[in-house]
């Protein structure tokens, strides 16, 4: 067995190796050439997280110890482990899909840059998630922070990308400064840079330091996850980035904030309050909600990607706050299953969305549009990308049997368990927020059947979409890994969830994984509520319930607490596979055995009788999203642009037109009062230069008579 | 004013290029004038004086276009005829619709059928002949064309599509029809939407186009009467009455007494039992069951009244020039008066029933709404003018049969919607059993039947039919065959306006919509 | 709301009892002349006031046959006639159709009846109807003759439809629309056309721009003539249809061995 340690040297010498042989190899020859280092260098990483993540045992190492400051070092927990094991399952297929798809940068943009800038980001990823103290986490985050604008912004030609870049450079340079400021208020209790002290120095810390440490690093660490109301920057960067790199801002440094967030809040000063988790949940449900009605509304495919990602960064902060309160309410438990749920949709949202966002581009790439409104009937021409698409947007609607399902599921659980707190005002907020987190599944459902059937279902809206055919290789075995995958996670949770937990074990203050796992599975020590002949009685029909995890098993179940009513929640989503797949096979020999004996006739679709049926006679994505724009009114407040008709001779109209502007909320509410209140200081402030020596010099005397007032003072 | 007075102004203001000469045989007045003076007479008679657009006759002479502009306005005055005339190779003539806008239909079907042109009109094209079926240049009201013949060799443009005039991001056009929801006519709607509200919606007509026009010219006047009866079932004796009408002007004879009276009977039960299916219509597109199963019933019973008294449920085969074919019997009537009176009891009561059901209000209250001006310059008529606050009933403004001798009363609303329509609809309904009951009250004892010759002539014969003012042009040659039969049904001005009421609706609310204008695809598409 | 309730309930029952029993009320039936011998002199005459020349003189001396395909209630042989033709009120016309290559085609065999016949959707298409037989189809939607009570139902799609139910002469304009209806159809179908016009194409037929009938475009299975049929034979075209009636014969008068087989 290789150890930990090598198989990272052995990840970081490939980096090190692929950036500095970069320059000496031909442009043409970069796709694959980058294919082939960065799938092998995101395999290691899979095998050096794997090791932890399955095996236990952390691996740690000092790196160098600056004189008079700290000493940095590293260390892989499982918490990075896990962290790092999912940003591996995202870079492996991105990898692949660059062999195709960065031949269309040949001879526009260099490519060299590229490979650099791709292999740079993967090893400052890893450093993030491997640092073990403020000093080289801040480093390498400030690094991740830089490569992710200089990629954002790779296709510099125009102006509108370099904007989008910058804007999302300088929020991210925002959060960094909090979330360091965050980490040094913990430092300057413990005396100490390192992560240990700082997680010993934890308890001291009283209730003014707890608040201003976990609002500094849930806005900071925010940022890159996509919270609201710091997210304005991400439907932008996300709809201009190259599409080799929108799956890895979406899979993988999206997860690096919420990262930040777990490692301070669970990890090192686990929640004592029990309002810092209400905020999270409350953030987390009305980012999900504002997330999923702007992609709902936004047609083009890109941008509707990037507002479902805040959904999900949604959903995830809302499980994470749900785990806050419960650590807060010394419910350990309780706190598992919800943290459980956020760290399975992180992996979850890293598998879909990467997936989404490859059959994006693939579709971008092959069209030349992501215009919803403009593509149409791509399921003939594109059938394979079409198919990964349905599995990642069946995944992302949470349906059964695929993986969205069990981690939204298990987070509406953990929320509705909010029964067993005993403040009122607490469960009203949770039910509030579970509601919330309902009507968005609803949405999320009208988003993606909207996605999947104006972009690949009916009759192309335009000429490129009609002539469109289907992708190369290297992206479909991409694609196709990463919807095995979306299956993989949906339909074998039970494998899944005890590593989450043993994740989870050192953070919640539970000892062991077992203190955790055991209310899933059986009655543990602590929770006796869930009678013993149950337990049996599950064994009896075949659904073993208990620690022993064989193969074929897949029951997920839940227990409500409380001696009196031991209800059970229980739900397999491998038998719900097994039952559906079944349904389908019966359906389809009942059907072949009715019509073997018949020829079965394809008709036109019914058109009503008219001459023939056109492209624009069949609804846009913009008429299918028009109810909940209309419906949703008060928070789009559309301004009317344009709406004019035209007529001549008096009476004939000859035009109407109309056109309807959305600002975003966060930018009406959020972005366009800071800037107009920056821009009114500024003004302010230049009145102060009007030029005239004397006042300069005055201004002079003034600061020189204040500074010595303060030094008098202090 | 009477024609006198007419031609004095006229004189005054165009001197002698206006000449005027009235046929009191054919009762309208005849003013010639030249193409040019066209537009602006038109807006004199329309704008100025008041007078009510009914439609254009278009007639190929030997040697001549002949274009007649039909106008009417009160019950002294004559209808006024402007004639223009042209040379057979001049095809181009001015077009009046941007003032008088209830003759663009008028011209474009002139356009499609004569292959005239308009100068001004900025929609010509597709209209009665589909082009995604008929290749341009087909002109079937043309002399030379054989009506009996079917044009074998046609070459369409394949890339026609219906205009859209709706520019708005994600706008598309949602077809329905020919074929749609259970029992409706053919008839093509494109509504134009950007989903939920719909912006605008034309109708394209003629899918059911039988070329009534065409088919009528060198047949008897007793076949074309057959047509007149049966191109629209629902205003069956309204149409044939017209065209008794025209012929008997023409023939200079008018029908014994007892058959007047006969006739306004059973033109009243026609619209009763029209009015009634119109309410079953409008409560079957709210989906108030009861209500429309009600009224449903009522339907029935006045089609077996009809079928009892004149041996057809749409009172086919009764009409003839000169009277009616056979005597109904007093004892029938009478009968049929005292159904008729429970009948109207039974609607009553649904009317105040109605009246007092919130959610059935609610969905025709401002729903379709049609203003007063707009209806006047679109030429609507019936009902759905009377609900728009435009009162011009020919019962009363030209009046014919013996109407001048009933009390009766046109009802009018003033706010155009939904709501109004149907207030219309009972009122009329109510006014149409009054009537019935004083003419069969009248009833003399009598023949039915004066001989009619078919005389070489012209004539304008008119009507109001269930659905409004219903016009007709009838000219026989000198072998006693019909020359020219032109037909201007009510539903032709209405379906002109009906993209008014459907301008920003709620797609829910089309089909209410389309009840309450009451519309006959059928008397349209003739 | 309650007032409709009551209202229906007070309205009490109004359905007709046919197929079961006869219906009598006055008026439901403008009925169908009647062929057969007649006077000589008569013959010739009513053979002349027929408009649409349904009336022609029969194999068999002084008998007259009556084409009902061609009938349009126009009453000239009664009304205008010294001896007027017989008159039937009935109501039993529908009869077996006639596909397009000339092969009468019965409900014999039909598959329609036998699994579905008391579930049977229909989509019903204006070819351009004046608005009468369309009238009297929908009559059979109201509580006098209620088909859902037989198993009829409308559809608005023809993917749902067995029954193909045609009015009005085939304009050129709705030929398409109806050959892309016809065509949307599961199988097994069935066309029913109803009323004069669609079969022979009435008085507007043929001409430039209408048919002489829907048997010109689809193979017709039964024929309802009537102009318009009233409700109830339109009802008894649908039965027969099914094969839960026996169908009428299409002519009136003509010599009994052709009507025997049929009879």
């Known amino acids: 067995m290789i150890h930990t340690g090598a198989w990272l040297s052995v990840f ?99 490519l060299r840059a590229f490979s650099v800038l791709y292999l740079a980001l993967l090893a400052a990823i890893v450093l993030v998630l491997i640092a073990a103290d403020v000093f080289s986490f801040m480093l390498a985050w400030e690094a991740m922070s830089i490569l992710c604008y200089l990629l954002v912004n790779y296709e510099h030609e125009r102006s509108e990308h370099t904007r989008s870049g910058y804007l999302m450079l300088a929020i991210s340079e925002a959060g960094a400064l909090a979330a360091a400021m965050g980490f040094l208020i913990l430092a300057v209790a413990a005396g100490s840079l390192e992560f240990p002290a700082l997680r010993s120095a934890a308890a001291g810390l009283g209730t003014g330091a707890r608040w201003a440490v976990f609002l500094l690093t849930f806005f900071g660490f925010g940022v890159k996850a996509g919270l609201v109301p710091v997210n304005f920057w991400l439907p932008r960067a996300y709809s201009v980035s190259p599409s080799v790199f929108v799956p890895l801002l979406a899979g993988v440094t999206l997860n690096l904030g919420f990262y930040g967030i777990i490692r301070v809040n669970v990890d090192l000063l686990p929640m004592t309050l029990v309002a810092p988790g209400l905020v999270a949940l409350v953030i987390g449900t009305i980012s999900a909600l504002v997330g999923i009605l702007y992609a ?173 055919v289907e992708t190369r ?166 301004t009317t642009v344009e709406d004019t008709r035209q007529t001549v001779a008096q009476h004939f109209r000859t035009a109407i037109r109309r056109e309807k502007e959305h600002v975003h909320l966060v930018d009406r509410l959020v972005l366009q009062p800071v800037k107009s209140a920056a821009l009114r200081l500024a003004r302010g402030l230049a009145a102060l230069h009007h030029g005239r020596i004397n006042m300069y010099i005055a201004y002079g005397l003034l600061s020189l008579l204040l500074v010595l007032a303060l030094g008098w003072l202090l | ?316 085969g009764l009409l003839t020039p000169g009277g009616l074919r056979c005597d109904l019997e007093d004892g029938a009537c009478r009968r049929a008066i005292a159904a008729t009176r429970d009948i109207l009891r039974r609607l009553r009561q649904l009317e105040k029933m109605l009246q007092f059901s919130s959610s059935f209000l609610d969905r025709l209250e401002e729903v379709g709404v049609v203003g007063t001006k707009d209806a006047r310059t679109h030429g609507l008529v019936g009902p759905v003018a009377r609900a728009s606050g435009v009162v011009r009933d020919l019962r009363k403004v030209l009046p014919y049969c013996d109407y001048e001798a009933f009390t009766f009363e046109t009802p009018m609303e003033s706010e155009g919607d939904g709501y109004a329509r149907l207030r219309i609809l009972f009122a009329e309904a109510a006014q149409s059993a009054s009537i019935m009951q004083q003419a069969g009250a009248a009833l003399c004892a009598g023949p039915v039947h004066t001989p009619c010759p078919s005389r070489p002539g012209a004539a304008l014969g008119w009507v109001e039919a269930p659905r409004g003012a219903a016009f007709c042009w009838l000219r026989i040659s000198e072998d006693g065959q019909v020359a020219r039969y032109r037909l201007m049904p009510p539903s032709f001005a209405n379906w002109h306006g009906l993209h008014l009421a459907t301008e920003n609706f709620a797609f829910q609310d089309f089909p209410i919509i389309l009840a309450t204008f009451d519309l006959s695809v059928a008397e349209n598409d003739r | 709301m309650s007032q409709w309730v009551r209202i229906g309930i007070k309205t009490r029952i109004k359905t007709t009892h046919y197929p ?134 409308l559809t608005p799609t023809p993917r749902h439809a067995d029954i193909l139910l045609v009015v009005g002469p085939l304009t050129e304009h709705m030929r398409l629309p109806l050959l892309k209806t016809y065509e949307a159809m599961p199988t097994p179908k069935r066309v029913i056309a109803v009323g004069a016009c669609a079969l022979s194409g009435g008085v507007f037929g043929p001409s430039f721009i209408s048919g002489a009938g829907v048997g010109q475009a689809l193979p017709v299975d039964v024929q309802v003539p009537g102009h318009p049929p009233p409700p109830l034979a339109i009802l008894h075209g649908l039965l027969v249809a099914v094969g839960r009636q026996t169908p009428a014969t299409i002519t009136s008068g003509a010599p009994v061995s052709l009507e025997a087989t049929t009879r």
């Open chain 1, 296 to 468: 709902t509304t936004n047609n083009d495919l890109k941008t509707m990607l990037a507002h479902s990602s805040i959904e999900n960064a949604g959903i995830i902060t809302a499980g994470l706050g749900a785990g806050f309160v419960f650590t807060a309410c010394r419910q350990p438990v309780l706190a598992g299953i919800a943290f459980i749920a956020a760290l399975y949709h992180i992996i979850n949202h890293s598998v879909y969305k990467a997936l989404l966002f490859l059959g994006a581009g693939t579709v971008d790439e092959r069209t030349g549009t992501r215009d919803l409104d403009k593509l149409g009937g791509l399921i003939r021409l594109m059938p394979w990308t079409a198919a990964a698409f349905l599995v990642g947007a069946l995944a992302i609607c949470a349906l059964p049997p695929f993986n969205g399902f069990v981690s939204e599921w298990l987070t509406l659980q953990a929320l509705l368990r909010s029964a067993e707190l005993s403040s009122l005002a607490v469960r009203m907020v949770f039910a509030l927020c579970g509601a919330g987190l309902a009507l968005t599944a609803a949405l999320a459902v009208t988003c993606f059947v909207k996605a999947f059937a104006m972009g690949f279902l009916g009759m192309p809206r335009s000429a490129p979409a009609g002539k469109a």
């Open chain 2, 1 to 316: 004013m009477n024609s006198s007075d007419l031609s004095q102004q006229m004189a005054q203001r165009w001197h002698d290029q206006v000449r005027m000469h009235t046929e009191p045989q054919r009762s309208c007045c005849e003013m010639e004038c030249p193409a040019g003076l066209l537009p602006e007479i038109a807006r004199w008679l329309f704008a100025e004086l008041d007078y009510s657009f009914a439609g254009l006759i278009v007639e190929e002479d030997p040697a001549q276009w002949a274009l007649r502009y039909e106008f009417h306005r009160a019950r002294e005055d004559a209808p006024v005829q402007v004639l223009v005339r042209r040379a057979l190779d001049e095809k181009t003539f001015p077009s009046i619709s941007d003032c008088v806008h209830a003759a663009d239909w008028h011209e474009r079907e002139a356009e499609d059928m004569f292959g005239l042109l308009f100068e001004g009109h900025p929609r010509l094209g597709d209209f009665i002949l589909h082009d995604d079926v008929w290749p341009e240049g087909v002109e079937p009201m043309r002399h030379q064309f054989n009506a009996q013949r079917s044009v074998p060799e046609r070459r369409p443009n394949p890339h026609w599509r219906l205009r859209r005039i709706v520019q708005a991001p994600g706008a598309f056009a949602m077809p329905i029809g020919p074929v749609f929801s259970g029992l409706a006519e053919s008839v093509h709607f494109q509504l134009e939407t950007v989903g939920e509200d719909v912006i605008r919606c034309v109708p394209r007509l003629f899918y059911k186009y039988r070329g009534i026009e065409k088919i009528a010219e060198g047949r008897s006047p007793e076949d074309v009467l057959l047509l007149a009866e049966r191109f629209c079932a629902t205003s069956a004796f309204a149409h044939a009455l017209s065209f008794s009408q025209a012929m008997e002007t023409i023939g200079g004879v008018a029908p014994p007494p007892r058959a007047r009276r006969l006739r306004v009977f059973l033109a009243e039960l026609e619209r009763l039992r029209h009015h009634v299916a119109a309410l079953e219509g409008i409560c079957e597109s709210t989906a108030l069951t009861v209500a429309a199963s009600q009224m449903a019933l009522l339907q029935e019973e006045l089609l077996r009244l009809g079928g009892a008294l004149t041996g057809h449920r749409y009172l086919f």
């Open chain 1, 473 to 638: 290789r290297g992206t479909l075995v991409s694609m196709g890994f990463l919807a095995m995958l979306c299956l993989a996670l949906g339909v074998l949770p039970t494998y899944v969830i005890p590593v989450l937990s043993r994740t989870l074990a050192p953070g919640t203050g539970v000892g062991a994984a077992n203190a955790l796992v055991p209310p899933f599975f059986a009655g543990s020590p602590g929770h006796q509520q869930l009678p013993r002949a149950l337990v049996t009685g599950f064994h009896k029909i075949g659904a073993q319930v208990g620690e022993n995890i064989l193969p074929g098993r897949g029951l997920v179940v839940l227990h409500r607490g409380g001696t009196a009513n031991p209800v059970v929640f229980a739900m397999s989503t491998f038998y719900m596979a097994a039952v559906l797949a079944g349904i389908v096979l019966m359906t389809w020999l009942i059907v072949r055995r009715l019509t073997c004996r018949r020829t079965v006739r394809v008709g036109a679709p019914w058109d009503g009788g008219v001459h023939r049926l056109r492209p624009d006679m069949t609804y846009t994505a913009t008429g299918f999203s028009n109810p909940v724009r209309v419906i949703f009114d008060a928070i789009f407040r559309p």
């Open chain 3, 20 to 153: 079961a029993q006869a219906e009598t009320a006055p008026g439901v039936s403008p009925g169908l002349p009647q062929g057969g011998a007649y006077a000589a002199a008569d013959v010739s005459s009513l053979v002349n006031l027929c408009p649409t020349k349904a009336i022609s003189p029969g194999l068999v001396k002084d008998s007259l046959i009556v084409d009902y395909r061609r009938c349009i209630h126009c009453f000239r042989c009664v009304h205008g006639a010294t001896t007027p033709l017989r008159w039937e009120k009935g109501w039993q016309w529908a009869a077996g159709g006639q596909k397009c290559d000339g092969v009468a085609s019965g409900p014999e065999g039909n598959r329609l009846g036998r699994v579905f016949a008391r579930s049977v959707h229909i989509i019903v298409v204006d070819a351009g109807d004046c608005g009468a037989c369309l009238n009297e189809v929908k009559q059979l939607n109201n509580p006098y003759y209620n088909m859902h009570r037989l198993g009829f139902f």
């Open chain 1, 12 to 110: 970081f010498l490939m980096c090190g190796a692929g950036i500095v042989l970069a320059p000496l190899i031909p442009q043409s020859a970069h796709p694959r050439w980058l294919a082939g280092i960065g799938s092998l260098a995101s395999l290691v990483l899979l095998g050096a997280s794997g090791k932890v993540l399955l095996g236990g045992g952390a691996w740690s190492m000092p790196l160098w110890t600056v004189p008079g400051l700290t000493t940095l070092s590293l260390n892989m927990d499982r918490l990075s482990a896990l962290f790092i094991f999912v940003a591996g399952l995202v870079f492996l297929p991105v990898s692949i899909h660059a062999s195709t798809s960065l031949e269309s940068y040949l001879k526009r943009y260099s």
